[in-house]
């Protein structure tokens, strides 16, 4: 008998599916559609660890052990000698040509984790010569508000670097704004199509999104060897989890994403040699989590009430440091670790950006 030619893409899809492949006569079960496949925005799932995590978190109490052994990625330090360098790059162009980069930043909303992030991104960029324009808009500004907001410094010459500080308040449509950037000035490098360009080999985005990036610095920078290594990600938000696990792929990093409804998670986080952690839970990671001579990235900044604290608050992140330092080879530190390197390669955006915009040669 004479056996019929089943396409690749469909065979993949029965296999997938646990179902066997079905041919166009048995098409009524799909309700009149050529394929069984939703699209995707309605299987999409937010990311939430605290509001669907069954995993019991709790308060981070071990003393720090006398016998420390983990190296700690000093961020800080890391990110000063990059800033250093950028401030020099600022000054040539601006001995050479008269002008300096300049970054557009617009802020919806007042979550305390934003205004820390935009504070610090004002900071570091007067520190090294780029000129920093901010919008503010209300919580319950329109998606038109915010857009409109994006179009005028999409046009506007003067400005080289655009950045929507995210995440957004839940009324707005955070995919649909974030086309409104003009490719050429999405230094946070989260425009779909920068996207797409990460996720494809052979491809070059623009920009790469600043935390990936970063956390991609300080391993090579601290000599960690990517290519070959198992890594986990945990949280598959746009802003990390997603460009973090595309961006370790193309360092040759076999990489797993765990999110919220990710089954025995300690069991898969214990096979990373690398751990970035990006899910805003505090101390979620634990020292049991972690396989011995891992490299932990903590991305998580989470804010618990501090009174002592001028802004009334301090940051830790989502793995217990007192613990994880006990068990890892080399671990970010919150504060100090990734978050001033997400600003260092803000502004190594941005200067980037300056660059193809004036015709100016740079190093960055």
């Not at 019929?4 to 048995?26: D, E, K, N, Q, Y």
């Not at 508000?145 to 995440?167: F, K, M, T, W």
């Amino acid at each position: 008998m004479k056996r019929r030619a089943v396409p690749i893409g469909a065979a993949l899809h029965s296999i997938c599916s646990g179902t066997r492949f079905l041919s166009l006569s048995t098409s009524g079960a799909f309700s009149h559609k050529t394929i069984k496949s939703p699209a995707l925005s309605s299987v999409d799932i937010v990311d939430s660890w605290d509001s669907t995590s069954k995993l019991p978190v709790q308060p981070c109490t071990q003393k720090l052990s006398k016998n420390q052994t983990a190296k700690i990625i000093d961020g800080s330090a890391i990110a000063e000698g990059i800033r250093s360098r950028i401030a020099s790059e600022v000054r040539r162009m601006k001995e050479s040509i008269g002008r300096v980069p300049s970054l557009a930043a617009i802020l919806v909303g007042q979550r305390r984790d934003s205004l820390t992030y935009v504070r610090n991104k004002t900071i570091a960029s007067e520190e090294v010569g780029i000129k920093f324009k901010l919008t503010s808009l209300r919580e319950d500004c329109t998606e038109s508000e915010v857009c409109n907001a994006l179009c005028r410094y999409s046009e506007d010459p003067s400005v080289h670097g655009i950045l929507l500080q995210l995440p957004l308040p839940q009324h707005l449509d955070e995919a649909k704004i974030l086309s409104f950037i003009s490719l050429e000035k999405d230094v946070d490098g989260f425009h779909p199509l920068n996207i797409g360009h990460l996720a494809m080999q052979g491809m070059e985005p623009l920009f790469i999104p600043c935390t990936p990036k970063g956390c991609i610095e300080l391993l090579l920078q601290s000599g960690v060897e990517i290519m070959g290594k198992n890594a986990v990600v945990i949280g598959r938000s746009n802003i990390v989890g997603l460009p973090m696990s595309l961006l370790l792929q193309r360092h040759h990093a076999t990489v797993t994403v765990l999110d919220a409804l990710t089954k025995n998670p300690e069991k898969i986080a214990r096979e990373a040699d690398i751990l970035v952690t990006a899910a805003g839970v505090p101390d979620l990671v634990r020292g049991s989590w972690l396989k011995p001579g891992a490299v932990v990235l903590d991305v998580g900044t989470n804010p618990i009430e501090d009174c002592t604290s001028e802004h009334g608050y301090h940051l830790v992140g989502d793995v217990c440091f007192e613990e994880a330092v006990r068990v890892a080879s080399a671990i970010t530190p919150v504060p100090g670790g990734v978050g001033p390197m997400t600003v260092a390669m803000l502004l190594c955006n941005t200067l980037e950006a300056a660059k193809r915009a004036l015709n100016f040669t740079t190093t960055c």
